[in-house]
């Protein structure tokens, strides 16, 4: 069982920063590949970027690719979101995510506000 824990969220003017921090629980942290996804009302919740296990190569969707960072620190059984020039439309509830290899995503976190003003 991994429980993950978000923080990080808040209210920001467009084009600015912030950084999202996803902590897991357990002992096996870099077995576990860890994705960050958005949701908000009425959409399905969609991918935004993950860091593999193991190596921590990094995916992106092709609308944050550019401006946003996954980063991992094994160590600290935590994975970090580094969100720059934001836009409105980012505006979204924020959920870090973790999937065993060759696994679906299976534990999630209860989420983070992301508001960007225009």
Request: net charge positive.
């Amino acid at each position: 069982q991994v429980q993950l824990v978000e923080s990080g969220g808040g209210l920001v003017q467009a084009g600015g920063s912030l950084r999202l921090s996803c902590a897991a629980s357990g002992r096996t942290f870099n077995s576990y590949t860890m994705g960050w996804f958005r949701q908000t009302p009425g959409r399905h919740r969609e991918f935004v970027a993950s860091s593999y296990w193991g190596s921590g190569s990094p995916f992106y969707a092709d609308s944050v690719k550019g401006r946003f960072t996954i980063s991992r620190d094994n160590a600290r059984n935590t994975v970090y979101l580094q969100m720059n020039s934001l836009k409105p439309e980012d505006s979204a509830v924020y959920y870090c995510a973790a999937a065993r290899a060759g696994e679906n995503y299976e534990y999630w976190g209860q989420g983070t506000q992301v508001t960007v003003s225009s």
